[in-house]
């Protein structure tokens, strides 16, 4: 079984930052893409920002420039830094993972969400 679990989501006021976490747990082989995807009310989930083993990057372009990922393989999380945040970025944040289990093929896993809301 393999869990992940996201943190760091808040209320915070336009302009400000806020990091959020995501660490997988469980029977764990090993771990491949890493992403982080959003979904505000009345809107479909979208892809934020995602991450290779190797570290490359790719971002939606509502964050390119103002959002970072990054992933400690050794410790199986993902994190998102988020700077210069808008209330247009008001959503639940989603970590998805695409995970070997051991002695299983490789499957993608979901975090529950945390709620991220910019407003002054």
């Known amino acids: 079984q393999v869990q992940l679990v996201e943190s760091g989501g808040g209320l915070v006021q336009p302009g400000g930052s806020l990091r959020l976490s995501c660490a997988a747990s469980?029977?764990?082989?090993?771990?491949?893409?890493m992403g982080w995807y959003r979904q505000a009310p009345g809107k479909q989930r979208e892809l934020v920002a995602g991450i290779s083993p190797g570290g490359s990057t790719n971002y939606a372009d509502s964050v390119k420039g103002r959002f970072t990922i990054s992933r400690d393989n050794a410790k199986n999380t993902v994190y998102l830094q988020m700077n210069s945040l808008k209330p247009e970025d008001t959503a639940v944040y989603y970590c998805?993972?695409?995970?070997?289990?051991?002695?299983?093929?490789?499957?993608?896993?979901w975090g529950k969400g945390t709620l991220v809301t910019v407003s002054s």
């Open positions: 998805k993972a695409d995970v070997i289990a051991t002695g299983y093929a490789g499957l993608d896993y």
């Open positions: 469980g029977s764990i082989f090993s771990i491949n893409a």
